[in-house]
């Protein structure tokens, strides 16, 4: 009952900070849609999701927003089984101090699981070199 009703309370407040042109709440409040999507395993929504925050994260040029949105797209490719692009966003935005460093290392711990280490580290020094700008607009046109 909880699933259904959390994805219904996020898309009411989306509704209120479209009413009220809060950019910024819209894209916040769609990165967290898109966690909750991923979580309920409903890959498009979540990627429709992170499609609006990426989009006016971008729009908005906010880096912040960026950051969140990205780590929200690292778990959308994580989900895929992308898991070397996911470690190249993870070392796209490692070095942010506005990470939730827990939540983000707990997250890298599960893509270096799945990809090994050496291959692991390689992706994560890929992303590292590549600035935020351009992995946003990566993710957008990554299918």
Not at 46 to 70: G, H, I, M
Not at 89 to 107: C, K, V
Request: charged content about 25%; overall charge negative.
């Amino acid at each position: 009952m909880f699933e259904h009703r959390f994805p219904k309370c996020e898309q009411e407040g989306l509704q209120l900070a479209r009413d009220a042109r809060l950019p910024r709440h819209i894209c916040d409040l769609q990165y967290n849609l898109a966690n909750t999507y991923l979580a309920m395993n409903d890959l498009d929504a979540a990627r429709n999701a992170l499609c609006e925050s990426l989009t006016l994260a971008q729009r908005l040029d906010s880096s912040p927003q960026k950051v969140e949105a990205v780590s929200s797209a690292i778990a959308y490719f994580q989900c895929l089984g992308l898991h070397k692009q996911a470690a190249q966003w993870a070392g796209s935005i490692s070095d942010n101090p506005i990470l939730d460093q827990p939540l983000f290392e707990s997250t890298c711990r599960e893509i270096e699981v799945s990809l090994g280490d050496e291959t692991f580290k390689r992706s994560l020094m890929q992303g590292k070199a590549r600035s935020l700008d351009d992995v946003v607009t990566q993710i957008l046109t990554d299918e």
